[in-house]
C-alpha cells in the first residue's frame, strides 16, 4: 500500500570559517506542513471513526487496466479519494479538510558538526514535511555552504594560514602572538626564515575527532624602499 510519505524539505545554510572550525548549531524557522493539531493527523473530526475506502477498498490504491492494438497492461496509482490511506473520516475535520496536515512555521535547530566540508549535505529524518493523515514524514536535507576567508584556508584537517611579517623580523627572529579565529597564538620564528618556510602548530587546526595542525606559510614583506 502507497503511504504517501511526506514529502522532503532542502535548504541551503552558509556558515563563517570559524564555524566550520569548530562546529556550531543554527536554527532555521521553515514554513511547512505540520500534523494538524485539532485531529491529530486523521483527518477526522470529533474522533470519529476512519471506515474503509469504498472505492480502493482499502488498498489506498487503484490499478487501471489500458488496451492498444496488441498489448494489455495495467498500472496502479494512488486513490485520490483516500489519498492513498485506505481509509475515509466518517466526519472530516474543517482545519485541515481531512488531509490532516495544515502549514505554519517550525523551527528546527540542527548540530553542524567541526570540519564539515562545503557542498556537503546534513539529513535530519522525519524534519520534513509531515504526510498525509498521519503517515511518515519526509526528510529535511541541509547543503552547506562555507564562506572563503581571506586570511585562512583548508586542507584537510589543516588551517593553513599565510602569515606576512617584516623582512627584521625575519632575519632576527623572535616571539610573536597572532590573532586567529577564537584565540591568540603564540609563534616562535627562528631567525633567517625564508619567504615559503611553515611553522607548524600540533593540534591547533579543524577540530574534528583527528584534530589537524595549524600551518603558518610565510611571506617576507621586502619594502620597496630600502
Not at 496488441?70 to 490511506?85: D, G, Q, S
Not at 479538510?97 to 567541526?114: E, L
Request: hydrophobic share 35%; proline share 3%.
Amino acid at each position: 500500500r502507497k503511504t504517501n510519505r511526506g514529502t522532503d524539505i532542502s535548504v541551503a545554510v552558509t556558515l563563517d570559517f570559524i564555524d566550520m572550525v569548530y562546529g556550531t548549531t543554527k536554527t532555521i524557522n521553515l514554513n511547512k506542513f505540520i500534523t494538524c493539531d485539532d485531529c491529530g493527523g486523521s483527518g477526522a473530526a470529533d474522533n470519529s471513526k476512519l471506515k474503509e475506502c469504498k472505492i480502493c477498498h482499502g488498498t489506498g490504491e487503484i490499478a487501471k487496466e489500458n488496451k492498444s492494438l496488441w498489448n494489455r497492461f495495467i498500472t496502479v496509482e494512488a486513490c485520490k479519494e483516500c489519498l492513498a490511506t485506505g481509509k475515509i473520516p466518517e466526519k472530516i475535520c474543517h482545519k485541515c479538510n481531512g488531509s490532516g496536515i495544515t502549514s505554519d512555521y517550525r523551527n528546527i535547530t540542527i548540530n553542524i558538526p567541526a570540519g564539515i566540508q562545503n557542498g556537503e549535505i546534513l539529513v535530519v529524518r522525519a524534519a520534513g514535511n509531515a504526510g498525509l493523515r498521519s503517515v511518515a514524514s519526509g526528510d529535511l536535507f541541509i547543503k552547506i555552504y562555507i564562506k572563503p576567508n581571506e586570511k585562512l584556508s583548508r586542507s584537510a584537517d589543516n588551517i593553513i594560514c599565510n602569515l606576512g611579517i617584516k623582512v627584521t623580523d625575519a632575519i632576527l627572529g623572535g616571539h610573536f602572538n597572532i590573532p586567529i579565529l577564537k584565540e591568540s597564538i603564540k609563534i616562535d620564528i627562528p631567525e633567517g626564515i625564508q619567504s615559503g618556510d611553515e611553522i607548524k602548530i600540533k593540534n591547533r587546526g579543524i577540530q574534528t575527532p583527528r584534530k589537524g595542525d595549524l600551518i603558518f606559510k610565510i611571506k617576507v614583506n621586502i619594502p620597496k624602499k630600502l
